[in-house]
């Protein structure tokens, strides 16, 4: 694995980097030796804050943890991943296309459960187009913490959703 790591109002010391190298290494084992794993280290207040992203062909596997510690946090953000990872191992093997992105160990060794997805409700609502600061207003009103809609400046559908902090963000399609 092939580690990008940068710090946000935090020097990464060397100290930082071989903990990071050594806990989210460990992953190695379901990559491929050439895969990237990009990680940010940020502190805001006393937030000691890692994310990590990890691009595979067809999906992004990412996970974010957050603690008073920094070397706690990259504890917690391992075992998220590896989790994620033993979770959808059964769909990545069903879909194919990601799948060479991993190792062959680690696509060919069969010890997990496999966990079905299960959609228990379908909702069908009227797109109606509004400006995303419009949506954002809905998205309140309803309680939730995403929301569908039409963008009134581009005519796509495009997604709100809450951040923390309270703030919003924005999914739109690529052009």
């Known amino acids: 694995m092939k580690f990008v790591i940068v710090g946000r109002n935090i020097e990464v010391t060397e100290g930082l980097k071989s903990a990071v190298e050594e806990k989210i290494g460990k992953l190695d084992k379901y990559f491929s030796p050439d895969t990237e794993v990009y990680v940010t280290l940020s502190v805001e207040k006393e937030r000691q804050k890692i ?14 943890q957050v603690s008073s510690d920094m070397y706690v946090s990259i ?48 909702k069908k609502f009227d797109i109606k187009p509004m400006y995303a600061e419009d949506a954002c207003i809905q998205m309140e009103l309803l309680g939730h913490n995403f929301f569908v809609f039409c963008n009134a400046e581009t005519d796509q559908v495009n997604v709100v959703y809450k951040r923390k902090g309270d703030t919003y963000g924005l999914i739109e399609p690529e052009e």
Do not use: W
Request: net charge negative; no cysteine; aromatic share 4%.
């Open 51 to 64: 994310e990590v992203t990890i691009p595979v062909k067809g999906s992004i596997i990412r996970s974010e």
């Open 75 to 122: 504890d917690l953000v391992e075992e998220i991943i590896e989790r994620q990872l033993k979770k959808y191992k059964n769909k990545l093997i069903d879909k194919h296309q990601a799948a060479a992105s991993f190792s062959k160990l680690f696509m060919e060794n069969d010890d997990t459960e496999p966990e079905e997805i299960k959609i228990v409700r379908t």
